[in-house]
Nanobody
């Protein structure tokens, strides 16, 4: 079992930056890919980006060039750096972990509790 705890959400203005953290416990994060997803009311969970065990990253087109995913395996923590935030980035953001990289939310068994990001115009 992997437990994930997220932090770092909040209310910012358009153009600002925010960094989300996702800290794992129970298992070492070294063995897992970490995905980031977001969800707004009434919509399905949307893929944001993912990082595999070796540091390879892949992003949704909507965030490419603005968001960066990284990981610090020594701290068992993953990060989502969000720059140039837009109002349409407003959502609850979730981290998730699985052994093999995937862009599909349904493939992930382990999830964080979610953290709210609100971007005002």
């Amino acid at each position: 079992q992997v437990q994930l705890v997220e932090s770092g959400g909040g209310l910012v203005q358009a153009g600002d930056s925010l960094r989300l953290s996702c800290t794992a416990s129970g298992r070492t994060l070294n063995n897992y890919a970490m995905g980031w997803f977001r969800q707004t009311p009434g919509k399905e969970r949307e893929f944001v980006g993912v990082i595999n065990r070796t540091g390879y990253t892949f992003y949704a087109d909507s965030v490419k060039g603005r968001f960066t995913i990284s990981r610090d395996n020594a701290k068992n923590t993953g990060f989502l750096q969000m720059n140039s935030l837009k109002p349409e980035d407003t959502a609850v953001y979730y981290c998730a972990a699985r052994e093999i990289i995937s862009t599909h939310a349904n493939d992930y068994a382990y999830w964080g509790q979610g953290t709210q990001v609100t971007v005002s115009s």
